[in-house]
């Protein structure tokens, strides 16, 4: 999803993406929550994604961008999941969400209180 979101010019225009996937199957669940950095930059990606159907591998599925609610805004986005089973030892790093800074992934802030293992990890 980061490569296709690079491909479309917005490299360092987001600054959190979390892309779900099953601990069994490891599979995509089929959605992302990616945060843009300006009102201006979420609405191109609006335009350029909602409706893409040219994926990389054979698919008919076709991306619909929509507004997250109620979560808006990194900081939202990081006290979501900053004490998240998700952020346990035992969860792989590609199966976490992920902060940016320029363009390049930059490390999540520590949890602030004892995090759970996943129930299915």
């Keep these: 999803l980061l490569e296709l979101i690079d491909a479309c010019g917005f490299r360092g225009d987001?600054?959190?993406?979390?892309?779900?996937i099953d601990f069994r199957t490891r599979a995509a669940m089929g959605y992302a929550f990616v945060?843009?950095?300006?009102?201006?930059?979420?609405?191109?990606?609006?335009q350029c994604l909602d409706g893409f159907?040219?994926?990389?591998?054979?698919s008919s599925?076709?991306?619909n961008v929509?507004?997250?609610?109620?979560r808006q805004g990194i900081d939202s986005h990081?006290?979501?999941?900053r004490n998240?089973?998700?952020?346990?030892?035992?969860?792989?790093?590609?199966?976490?969400?992920?902060?940016f800074a320029n363009g390049r992934r930059v490390q999540f802030?520590?949890?602030?209180?004892r995090v759970k293992a996943p129930r299915q990890g």
């Design 84 to 99: 998240s089973p998700l952020m346990h030892a035992v969860v792989p790093d590609e199966y976490r969400p992920a902060l």
């Design 35 to 46: 945060n843009m950095e300006t009102k201006e930059a979420a609405q191109r990606l609006f």
């Design 66 to 70: 929509a507004w997250s609610d109620p």
């Design 14 to 20: 987001y600054n959190f993406l979390y892309m779900p």
């Design 53 to 58: 159907s040219d994926w990389s591998l054979p």
């Design 78 to 81: 990081i006290a979501r999941y």
């Design 109 to 113: 802030p520590p949890p602030t209180k």
């Design 61 to 63: 599925k076709v991306c």
